[in-house]
């Protein structure tokens, strides 16, 4: 079957940076996304990487291994707005973007 | 950036009517929009995929009956809710890609539906 593993909620500090991990299983692979998601709004979209390797966007990166089946998104510099959900959704061989629950993000001041 | 607009935000309707919700590609055509409901706290679940002149295809478990999609434009597809019943309340959330398969999903900023 096709699932995704992020943990369910993490905890970090204003100014400082934290890894959300991501590991999945998907029927083919054609890249995987990361969105944030604040309460009550739709997904926006963060970034996506298709190839092996580290993506740098300003505060946020992602890395990708797809021998691994794993991903993880890093944020820098926290700041309370960035007080999400964050999904890792690989897309598969149908180019269907597979959801898990997502990993909410408490930023501390 | 691509942007995707979806009509109305929040709706409160009364059980047994029903309820259309837009969503629209502003700026790109979309030969595919997908919809998505979403319960609190838990993932985005796809209902249905909607395809440019012709029929919508379901995920299992959805009513196509009850939930009616039509996408009769490459930058339109409508969602109704056929005789709503509170157990339908939810976000309902569309989303759009270009034409490229690579491209993320831009998503519209969701529909909460409340029936009572």
């Known amino acids: 079957g096709q699932n995704i593993d992020q943990p369910t909620e993490m905890t970090a500090t204003e100014g400082a940076i934290v890894q959300i991990n991501c590991t999945y299983q998907?029927?083919?692979?054609?890249?995987l996304f990361w969105y944030q998601q604040h309460a009550g709004e739709a997904p926006t979209f963060l970034s996506y990487n298709v190839l092996d390797g580290l993506e740098e966007k300003g505060r946020f990166s992602s890395f990708l291994s797809r021998s691994k089946g794993y991903s993880y998104l890093l944020l820098k510099e926290l700041q309370m707005k960035d007080s999400a959900s964050y999904l890792c959704?690989?897309?598969?061989?149908?180019?269907?973007?597979?959801w898990g629950a997502g990993t909410k993000l408490i930023i501390k001041p | 950036g691509a942007v995707v607009s979806q009509h109305p935000s929040r709706v409160i309707c009364k059980s047994g009517t029903s309820v259309k919700i837009e969503c629209r590609s502003l700026d790109f055509q979309a030969t595919t929009m997908f919809w998505y409901r979403q319960f609190p706290k838990q993932s985005l679940m796809l209902m249905a995929t909607?395809?440019?002149?012709?029929?919508?295809?379901?995920e299992q478990g959805v009513e196509k009956d009850k939930f009616l999609i039509n996408h009769a434009s490459l930058t339109l597809s409508t969602l109704t809710v056929t005789s709503a019943h509170p157990e339908d309340s939810s976000f309902y959330i569309c989303?759009?890609?270009?034409?490229?398969?690579?491209?993320?999903?831009?998503f519209g900023n969701g529909t909460r539906l409340t029936v009572t």
């Open positions: 998907t029927s083919g692979f054609n890249g």
């Open positions: 959704a690989p897309m598969d061989s149908n180019y269907q973007l597979i």
């Open positions: 909607s395809n440019e002149g012709s029929k919508a295809t379901y």
């Open positions: 989303s759009a890609r270009d034409l490229s398969g690579h491209s993320p999903l831009h």
